[in-house]
């Protein structure tokens, strides 16, 4: 018993020592004691009360046994009371780190010191104030010195930003002058030159150079290897999107707003309204077929069917007067959910059967001759293959191109550049996650993903040859090289804390990496800010779930959040909640605005662009709206800063010269919606919110097959770019400005127009697919016509509107 009472006092004294007020009870420390009076604890039998013991030992164990039986319990309610008791030990350093004071939520978060913590940050409350508030709180209490902490952003700019703050904030402690933040990529080429006797080169300082080789290696395997160009041809004329049928829509809606996002060009140019109808169309490209897409059908006065409007079948072969028709129809004969029906028939499915016979018995009346091919083909996977037997069958010769003259369209396809974005980041992805392309496996019915593979394979392994050529490395080998120095005791650094700022753009490599430096120093804390929300660099390699799973990932973790936005008002707060947190992935969080919008102030304006003329009467008309709309900041705000926001950096005004000349005490300035990120002005006008080529959102970063390298897969449906348009319409303290082409808006300008805070007219629904109709001008009046236009041509005159 003498011994067991020895190790009860020793234990109640550190027990003492840790919930002193002196410092934060992390987990460790309870594992830690646990671990070391497990014995003592179990050597205590359960009846001590009775032995007649004298009072103080009796204390004192009865005092061990709560503490040790309630310790998580106890741990938590100390550390809480510990937050409070720091908030007000620290007030005024707290208040004399910026020109107005922390609020509650970042001084908890700054004081809160769990082996894991992951601070959730909204847009625009203070990420870069709340990590830097923290360096300085380590400092000041003597709990690090400059040299045990890394501190990682992710840009070079946020790097030089978080630096420069950190510094002001412990200006007056020892070492301050040392403190250095670093991005990821400028530590792992630290540690790589660190550890390495010969130099260390840098194969592709940016990402463009990288895709430009990829893109003269892709040119030079596709004319020296028929095997590699048979493969490439098959992805970029049959699988270039994933395969989604009309069928699993449950409106003509839904399949027409998931259209918009597709740019549906064929390798020769032609805008069609399908994905199948693309496949068929570059199919007659490859096969040198000509052909005339939706041709006019000349019919004579009895044949003509207004039930059926304006005959155009879908194809036409011109040198054969072979029209041909794809029908959207199962194999048993059924059609999508998504499609309506007209009396006198009562379903969907007889009225697209009656169109059906009557368009084939114009061709039998006429004598023209028709081939026919159906949707049941494509998701069978014998579309073409079928269709080749039946136009073979009635005479069409095929010739296929040659090499040249296949890159050649390819490379002036709409899609050739998103292709190479594609293997772009799937390269920098596979590299990340340590894995080749022959480890992976797609899906059973996974075609595409097994197609791609064969294309990605030659592009992949040259890609290696020509980094061992050089030699040199790129920046996912510096991360997934710097790790391994430190799993091998080759980097020694006595770091304390791992501190990172936009933690949500985390990739696997940069993981591992942590996870190394950890595994180096175990007791090494790791203290994270970021927003799920605000996590777009998917392209780069960053994978949500690191932060959305943290806990998973990391152990017991401290959680707090920071929900106070002083960026904006109250109506871009709502309205841009609401849209992020359409995804379910996402964390829920309510922020709250600092400050309410005027009453009657309006915070997003929707800006239509005519665009009749083609893409240079739009360009004229769009900079005339810019002009009117920078009059209205002006008039407002005369000396505002204002941001452009566009997709794509083509998205940039071309006469900002003649805009800045008009309104000089504007403080105009264009910005990619990647490249505002962590940016603020008082107004954003965001460009071209489009479906199509230069619009949101951008299909390819959505790719599902990226879901094979990212620990979990994202599947709502343009997770990633609904993320990015979150943050280009978060930037602005005032008002966002959304301009359009009336024509073909972005389904997100569709998203927001049927909110409530909206200015455009709500609840006007087409009459043929359900969807938001748009005021339009005909030749003879005004009318409402469907936003889908042309894919859907519903229309409703003015005083006969439909409303819901």
Known sequence: ???????????????????????????????????????????????????????????????????????????????????????????????????????????????????????????GTGKTTTISGKVAYLLEKGIATPDELLIISFTNNAALEMRDRCRKFCQNMPGAENLEVRTFNSFGFLVCRS?????????????????????????????????????????????????????????????????????????????????QEMEIANFFCLFNIRYEYERHYPLEVEDRNPMFGVYQPDFYLTDYQIWHEHYGITRNGDVAKSLTTRPPYKTAREYYHAGMAWKEHIHEKYKTRLVKSYSFEASEGNLIRNLKERLLAEGVEMHERSPEEILEQIKKSADYEDFINLIYVFLGLMKSCGKLPEELHPDKGDK??????????????????????????????????????????????????????????????????????????????????????????????????????????????????????????????????????????????????????????????????????GREQYLRFRTQHLSEILGKINAEKPDASVFMIGRYKLNAPRDMRYLHNQYPGLDIKFFTAHGVKGMTCDYAILLDLDSGILGFPSEMADDPMLNYLLQEGDDYENAEERRVFYVAITRARYKNYLIYNENQPSKFITELQMTENSTEQAGIKCPECTGPMIKRIGPHSEFYGCLHYPRCTGKVALTNVIIT
Request: charged content about 25%; overall charge negative.
């Open 195 to 275: 550890c390495s006797d010969q130099e260390i080169r840098l194969a592709f300082d940016d990402s463009d150079k990288a895709k430009i080789y990829l893109q003269e290696k892709f040119d030079e395997l596709f004319i020296s290897d028929p095997s590699f160009q048979r493969k490439a041809v098959n992805y970029l004329a049959f699988f270039n999107r994933p395969p989604k049928d009309e069928s699993e829509f449950e409106t003509r809606n839904d399949y027409l707003t998931y259209e918009q996002g597709f740019k549906n060009i064929t390798l020769d140019g032609i805008k069609v309204k399908s994905q």
């Open 448 to 613: 595409r993903f097994r197609v791609f593979l064969d294309v990605i394979g030659p592009l992949f392994k040259a890609y290696g040859q020509h980094l061992k050529g050089i030699p040199a490395v790129d920046f996912n080998d510096m991360i997934n090289q710097a790790a391994q120095h430190f799993r091998n005791g080759e980097f020694n650094k006595p770091y304390k804390y791992i501190l990172v700022d936009e933690f949500q753009d985390m990739s696997l490599g940069r993981y591992e990496l942590i996870k190394a430096i950890r595994a180096q120093n175990p007791g090494v804390k790791l203290y994270v800010v970021g927003d799920d929300w605000q996590s777009i660099f998917r392209f780069t390699g960053s994978d949500l779930s690191i932060i959305t799973q943290f806990e998973k990932h990391f152990g017991v973790t401290s959680k707090t959040a920071i929900l106070k936005t002083y960026r904006f008002n109250d109506q871009i707060l709502n309205m841009s909640s609401a849209f992020v947190q359409k995804n379910p992935a996402q964390i829920a969080k309510q922020l709250i605005a600092q400050q309410p919008a005027p009453e009657g102030y309006v915070s997003f304006e929707f800006i239509k662009v005519a665009s009749g003329g």
């Open 1 to 123: 018993m003498p011994g067991i009472i020895d190790q009860v006092t020793e234990a109640n004294i550190i027990f003492t020592r840790l919930t002193g007020f002196e410092r934060y009870f992390a987990n460790s420390d309870e594992q830690a004691f646990l671990n070391s009076y497990c014995v003592t604890r179990e050597a205590i039998v359960p009846d001590y009360v009775s032995m007649g013991l004298v009072d103080g030992i009796a204390e004192a164990l009865r005092s061990f046994c709560n503490n040790f039986d309630l310790c998580a319990i106890e741990r938590k309610d100390y550390n809480n009371e510990f937050v409070k008791r720091q908030q007000v030990k620290y007030a005024d350093f707290f208040a004399g780190l910026e020109a107005y004071p922390l609020s509650p939520d970042q001084t908890e978060a700054i004081i809160r010191d769990e082996d894991n913590n992951l601070v959730l940050a909204g847009a």
